[in-house]
């Protein structure tokens, strides 16, 4: 059990309410991670913070004007106020559909579900993972991953994380994937690959993508059942050429008679409405007959009533208006430029770092974050950028830390990667 929530048990021991705690209440805490990291640093971090996942402009999240003017009273009562129909506004998820199928040209030709509306990604993965997995289910992934799915795997699930290291020779470790996949003993195994990636901001390249593909091919070829969940959070938010800049479910979708794809994607950050609420899930797989795929939405369907029971309609509607809306194509086009332009800031930034030891950029090329290896405990670092620096960044474990490019405007983002690697120069 988690030392949290150990903790947290103590508390309650020889009280009613701990005689009452399922196993899972027993388990559950809240991580001392990116929430609680980013908490301290909205309160103490007065010079730069760059814990948070979100595009920040003058302090304020960014959003599309396509969805800020429906504001409005031209919203009807039912747009706002009505119950969503089960599995999300039928328009929308056309729309989400045919948006999909335009940004991974791969998908050409390849049958896949209609997308259900979920209440957020998290709560898409949630469904997906109690949809697919039983106690002990092993579900492989990169050992960079976001935090939330120690929650999402092993609290909720009992299914057990089976990491390989995130990179290899300065790029994704496609080998890794490889040799995890022939270690496991089960014939059935769940693969997640959550690009562009939190925390490190990777995305594989086109020779990267193929080859990851051809490693799942040859474990399905082989007889291993495998589902393969994309996360797609920051999905289009890719900076270099050399990026396969489709969702690697396009490269799964029709793999093989073995490979169950499933993407997990949302407005959250893809069209910026944090808050919303707004994801999709969507799957395919080689051989599924529109029957099959509509027995998979059903699941789907029962999950959600079984638990939110039905999502925002609000979010719904202004996301669907937005979509529909002659500005959608710009606003789009703006939130990646207005990301791009800190991007290559951060670029230029750590050029004159290159040859320091004491912290080392990990490969990026895409999304929000990039991390860094750092020589002294990265705990140290964090709390010493609090303190002297009034500087806030994520401590992910004991030498890796995490920086929010999307939430620092270009013009300040040289001086925070002075800053931090000052601090780091001064633990060394
Ligand atoms: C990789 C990844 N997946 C999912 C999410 C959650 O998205 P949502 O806010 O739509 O639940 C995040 C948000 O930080 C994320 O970084």
């Not at 809240?30 to 814990?51: D, L, S």
């Not at 999300?88 to 335009?102: P, S």
């Not at 290159?354 to 020589?375: D, R």
């Not at 004991?398 to 800053?419: G, K, M, N, Y």
Request: with cysteine; proline share 3%; aromatic share 10%.
């Amino acid at each position: 059990m988690n030392e949290l929530a150990k903790g947290l048990n103590q508390r309650l021991e020889g009280s009613i309410a701990y005689s009452m705690l399922s196993d899972f209440g027993k388990r559950i805490y809240v991580p001392r991670g990116i929430v609680v990291q980013g908490n301290e640093a909205k309160a103490r971090a007065k010079r730069f913070n760059a814990t948070i996942g979100v595009a920040l402009e003058d302090g304020q999240p960014m959003y599309f004007g396509s969805m800020k003017k429906q504001f409005n009273e031209n919203m009807s009562a039912s747009e706002i106020f009505g119950y969503a129909p089960m599995g999300g506004v039928l328009a929308l998820r056309e729309a989400w559909k045919v948006e999909m199928l335009e940004k991974n040209p791969d998908l050409e030709g390849v049958k896949i579900s209609l997308p259900v509306v979920c209440s957020g990604l998290t709560n898409g993965l949630s469904i997906v993972f109690s949809i697919l997995l039983d106690e002990g289910d092993s579900v492989v992934l990169p050992d960079m991953y976001w935090e939330n799915y120690d929650l999402l795997i092993d609290e909720q699930r009992k299914a057990k994380k089976v990491l390989y290291p995130m990179f290899k020779d300065g790029g994704f470790n496609v080998e890794g994937l490889d040799k995890t996949l022939s270690s496991l003993k089960a014939d059935k195994a769940v693969v997640m690959l959550n690009f562009p990636n939190n925390p490190s901001g990777y995305t594989p390249t086109v020779d990267e993508a193929d080859a990851i593909a051809a490693v799942l091919k040859k474990h399905a070829d082989s007889g291993k059942k495998l589902a393969v969940i994309t996360d797609d959070a920051y999905f289009g938010l890719f900076y270099e050429d050399s990026i396969y800049k489709q969702s690697v479910f396009a490269k799964v979708a029709n793999l093989s008679e073995n490979i169950l794809a499933v993407k997990c994607d949302a407005a959250t950050k893809e069209n910026m409405a944090w808050g919303f609420r707004v994801g999709f899930i969507t799957y395919a797989f080689k051989g599924a007959s529109e029957d099959q795929l509509s027995v998979l939405v059903e699941k789907t369907l029962g999950t959600i009533r079984g638990s939110i029971s039905s999502c925002s309609m609000a979010g719904q509607s202004v996301l669907l208006r937005s979509l529909r809306d002659s500005e959608y194509k710009a606003d789009k086009q703006h939130g990646f430029d207005r990301m791009h332009v800190r991007y290559v800031a951060l670029r230029e930034a750590l050029v004159k770092h290159n040859n320091k030891t004491c912290l080392k950029a990990l490969p990026f090329n895409s999304g929000y974050f990039m991390s860094l290896e750092t020589k002294c405990n990265a705990e140290d670092l964090r709390q010493l950028l609090l303190e002297k620096y009034e500087t806030g960044i994520i401590r992910m474990t004991d030498h890796i830390v995490r920086l929010a490019f999307c939430s620092v405007p270009a013009d300040a983002i040289q001086e925070l990667v002075d800053t931090v690697y000052k601090a780091a120069e001064e633990l060394c």
